[in-house]
């Protein structure tokens, strides 16, 4: 793959979740086994990255201890017996490189991207939202088909849709596509949560994108939104007005978006990932079976 580096944003405050991120990164709360951003990096090495700039800011150093090699810890399970469980830090010694930056002002999603400038800005690159999982337990190939998209379309930036149901546009960056068949489809606009009325199909933008540089002068150029956020949507949309080629690329119909940037979202991902769990999917399912039987004879 000609693009090995991914940019990671994982500096936002995580509002919507608090308490829960009062003092912990939204980034790393637990899904299943493992903390979401876990599951982000290993999607990624699965699909050719090699390089990962995290952005990142004040409180997330538990994401850069997570991604070091912990040697004490190693040692110790090897001395204290539990050999067993070293293959749960095998994700330590996947073929990534880890690079850091700080947004120190959390100005939006855009501008975290627009922070990896000075390090990454003359190549493209792919970027992947650290709270949002792409298929059940990581197992997506998107980025591949995504990157090949952007090398074969000769593109400006690729984005990965997911359609949504047309009540919940208001929730995600929102795409206009000049015709809805084949695999990859010409974006013609992009816009941040509009109202119903205001949306122009169900395809929502997927946490996944990959870009040129050019992203960068967009980003520069875009006007803050009215809370003074710079919304990375709101830099596509001005891309495409530019005449930049922009590319969609749907999640296959079986692959779902993971995002746990809301209670609901957070809470149906964590049951679904720990209902399939390899070890205890099956107990698992049987303690909620077990749970609604009781509830139901109680009504
Ligand atoms: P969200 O759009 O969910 O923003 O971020 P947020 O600020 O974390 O959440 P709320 O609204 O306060 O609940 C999507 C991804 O972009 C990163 C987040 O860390 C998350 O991984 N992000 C967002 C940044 O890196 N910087 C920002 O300024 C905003």
Do not use: W
């Not at 940019?7 to 637990?30: C, F, H, R, W, Y």
């Not at 122009?200 to 960068?216: C, D």
């Not at 001005?238 to 809301?262: F, S, T, W």
């Amino acid at each position: 793959m000609t693009i090995n580096i991914a940019i990671v944003p994982v500096a936002g405050l995580g509002t919507s979740v608090l308490p829960l991120t009062k003092s912990q990164p939204k980034e790393m709360l637990a899904v299943g086994r493992k903390p979401v951003v876990q599951y982000v990096v290993e999607e990624l090495a699965s699909n050719g990255i090699e390089r990962i700039l995290f952005i990142t800011s004040q409180g997330k150093s538990s994401i850069t201890a997570h991604f070091d090699i912990d040697e004490t810890l190693t040692q110790y399970l090897r001395e204290t017996g539990r050999e067993s469980n070293l293959v749960e830090l095998d994700y330590e010694r996947q073929n990534i490189e880890y690079f850091y930056t700080r947004q120190r002002r959390q100005l939006g999603l855009g501008h975290a991207v627009l922070c990896a400038e000075p390090l990454v800005g003359k190549e493209p690159a792919v970027v992947a939202l650290g709270d949002s999982i792409i298929g059940r337990h990581a197992s997506s190939n998107i980025v591949s088909r995504m990157v090949d998209a952007y090398e074969t379309e000769k593109a400006d930036a690729v984005i990965a849709l997911e359609p949504v149901n047309p009540a919940d546009v208001a929730q995600y960056g929102i795409v206009n596509v000049s015709d809805d068949s084949g695999e990859s489809l010409r974006i013609t606009g992009a816009i941040e949560k509009p109202t119903t009325a205001d949306a122009p199909s169900n395809l929502s933008i997927a946490a996944r994108y990959v870009f040129n540089p050019t992203i960068y002068e967009a980003l520069q150029k875009t006007p803050t939104d009215r809370g003074g956020n710079l919304q990375l949507t709101d830099a596509i949309a001005y891309l495409i007005d530019q005449g930049a080629k922009v590319i969609g690329i749907k999640l296959q119909e079986d692959v779902k978006r993971y995002d746990i940037g809301n209670f609901e979202s957070y809470f149906k991902t964590f049951l679904e990932f720990t209902l399939t769990d390899p070890e205890f999917g099956t107990q698992m399912q049987a303690c909620v079976r077990d749970y609604l039987n009781r509830q139901e004879r109680q009504e």
